[in-house]
């Protein structure tokens, strides 16, 4: 009661945080559904109904990236403005390293999100395994796999921040192969600790994502695209670093100094017209 505007965590809290009488907002991150990743077909309608209700519930949205913006415009007719994720740059930094026998990848996410498309990422790997290079994988994650790759993996579950950001400055290559996203932090993340990124061009990651300068890009499921660009990094150390230098500009164009000011701007305007 004695809160001057809402922030509403998930689509689903839409409709009772209407009935609050305070300025409630949607900060639309992206899920399964509203890309259109639903579970069966037997749930489909019920999830459908559901969803149009809260997207229809006249609380105003905004949108993680234009990639989510125009979703919501195709599906629900909202025209929502654009504020994107932002990083903190003073903790994800580059750490310099000592040279190494092997190239280390990481691979940041939950095994069990389908979309995340880590089958994808260790069959690219397989493949570069395959044909003679040899790299040592880590896989930070929310519960360890239940898969047995040809490559080793060490895992890394429920790390603290401060291991994570560790993780990344201490990867060479990071690898991330999600059929979708509404933003995705992680490449952006490892683009800030310097580490060079190859990716799935899998929609909000373009609102950072530059082909060739700060990432190698595949489209989702090309196997053989990921696995060659994974085997151009560890052999080209001066193109890892190219692409590296490069993300860490890019990172800095989100830091939170250019992402809060927005945010604090759009909640005093919906104040002031409440």
């Known amino acids: 009661k004695d809160c001057d505007i809402v922030v509403a965590g998930w689509i689903y809290q839409l409709p009772e945080l209407k009935e609050t009488g305070k300025p409630v907002f949607y900060w639309e991150q992206g899920h399964e559904s509203l890309f ?137 290559i990071f690898l991330f192969t999600s059929w979708y996203e509404g933003f995705g932090m992680p490449p952006l993340e490892a683009m800030a600790c310097g580490t060079p990124v190859i990716m799935t061009n899998c929609g909000g990651v373009r609102a950072y994502m530059e082909k060739g300068y700060n990432s190698l890009i595949a489209e989702p499921g090309d196997i053989e695209t990921l696995a060659r660009h994974v085997e151009l990094l560890i052999k080209d150390e001066e193109k890892r670093r190219f692409i590296g230098s490069n993300g860490i500009k890019t990172a800095k164009k989100f830091s939170h100094h250019h992402v809060i000011p927005q945010l604090e701007k759009y909640m005093r305007e919906l104040l002031r017209n409440f």
């Open 36 to 172: 259109g990743d639903l579970p069966d077909p037997d749930t489909a309608m019920g999830i459908r109904a559901s969803l149009n209700g809260c997207y229809r519930s006249g609380i105003p949205i905004v949108s993680v990236s234009d990639f989510v913006s125009r979703i919501l415009k195709a599906r629900y007719d909202i025209t929502s403005p654009v504020i994107t994720n932002g990083l903190d740059i003073e903790k994800y930094v580059p750490k310099f390293q000592e040279k190494k026998d092997d190239v280390r990848i990481l691979l940041v996410g939950n095994p069990y999100l389908r979309f995340k498309a880590f089958d994808d990422a260790v069959k690219a790997l397989d493949i570069v395994w395959r044909n003679g290079n040899r790299f040592e994988v880590e896989w930070v994650c929310q519960a360890k796999p239940s898969i047995n790759p040809s490559f080793p993996v060490k895992y890394n579950v429920l790390p603290s921040e401060e291991t994570l950001i560790s993780c990344y400055q201490q990867a060479d």
